[in-house]
């Protein structure tokens, strides 16, 4: 494709210009985009389609791409959490209504050995300040921090970059003054993939009914390695959290892996709802007397989730 093709399809399909990006470490970033349009409103933990073109570089050292010559001119969108860096300035929680950009927390995805090759992170990691992108227009999503009422324990338990929506809905509590205990738990592989950890440790200094913890599978950690169903299983997170896991006034949000969060099936053969392997955080829960949300069946529970894939 020449530069000038290039440039037209650039002009015809984006619509937003990235104004902040901070890579973590060379597979892990906080980006904001400005969209061209007036920045929708939107309820904290909600998501939003990203894009680029297949005729956009990709960052090296990852998996190979078979592309057909009719590909090159399509946009790959794939969809992303709304973030948030909670503080605006030290001590001070971010007032939105001075922002025209919207904070996404990505993980560059090198390979998927089982199944279709990653197209956009590898284009999104070649991305710099000033680039333009595609965003969608919607943002939408059930996983919201709607059902919490003043009072309520809060937990939030992410993998990786799941603690994106977690950021949003976190940053919306403190601003609303929440009282209940909030605690939020994110699991990854090394403490460098914690993005957020110095912004959750100073807000865990500056309010008191709020806990982070940083669980690593592949390095001794805060806890030491573990994962989020251990810390549940063993007592810690009640420990940690410093009340009992209570259904009557908790809410669970779980976000990212869906082998963490183990979402009930129905079985083909008999209708009934089954559990997947391995054990998952809804199955904990619910022999706890917890409840997940079904949106199919707009039920509503006091568990909410939200699966990356
Ligand atoms: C509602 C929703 C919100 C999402 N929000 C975010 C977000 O805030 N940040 C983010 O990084 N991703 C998020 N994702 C995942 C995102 O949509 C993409 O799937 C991901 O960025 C990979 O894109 P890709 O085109 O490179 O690979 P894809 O073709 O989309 O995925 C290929 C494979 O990569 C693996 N994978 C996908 N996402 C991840 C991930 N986050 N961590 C580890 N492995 C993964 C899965 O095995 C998947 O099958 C979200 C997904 C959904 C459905």
């Known amino acids: 494709m020449t530069p000038e093709e290039i440039a037209e399809l650039r002009a015809k399909r984006y619509n937003g210009t990235v104004v902040y990006l901070h890579k973590i470490h060379p597979d892990l970033m906080v980006l904001r985009i400005k969209p061209d349009f007036p920045r929708p409103n939107y309820l904290p933990g909600q998501y939003c389609t990203l894009g680029l073109g297949y005729w956009e570089p990709r960052v090296e050292g990852c998996q190979a791409e078979p592309l057909k010559p009719e590909d090159l001119t399509k946009v790959v969108r794939r969809s992303y959490s709304i973030s948030n860096s909670i503080y605006s300035e030290p001590g001070i929680l971010r007032d939105m209504s001075q922002d025209d950009w919207i904070e996404f927390y990505v993980v560059l995805v090198r390979e998927n050995p089982d199944g279709r090759v990653p197209a956009l992170t590898p284009r999104l990691f070649a991305l710099q300040e000033g680039d333009r992108l595609a965003i969608g227009e919607k943002i939408t999503g059930h996983f919201t921090d709607e059902p919490v009422k003043p009072g309520d324990t809060v937990v939030f ?100 892996n869906p082998k963490m969060i183990g979402v009930p099936y129905k079985d083909k053969e008999t209708g009934a709802r089954r559990f997947p392997e391995p054990l998952g955080v809804i199955e904990i829960l619910e022999r706890r007397g917890f409840q997940a949300d079904n949106n199919a069946a707009k039920f509503k529970g006091n568990v909410h989730f939200e699966e990356y894939w």
């Open 157 to 256: 338990l992410g993998t990786g970059t799941g603690e994106a929506p977690h950021n949003s809905m976190l940053w919306d509590l403190l601003r609303r003054g929440h009282t209940g205990k909030i605690l939020s738990a994110c699991c990854v592989r090394y403490q460098k993939d914690l993005g957020y950890l110095e912004t959750h440790q100073k807000l865990m200094a500056q309010y008191p009914n709020y806990k982070y913890l940083g669980l690593t599978t592949r390095e001794p950690g805060t806890t030491g390695k573990k994962y989020i169903q251990d810390l549940i299983t063993s007592g810690e997170l009640e420990n940690e959290l410093g009340a009992s896991l209570d259904p009557a006034n908790t809410h669970v949000f779980l976000c990212g």
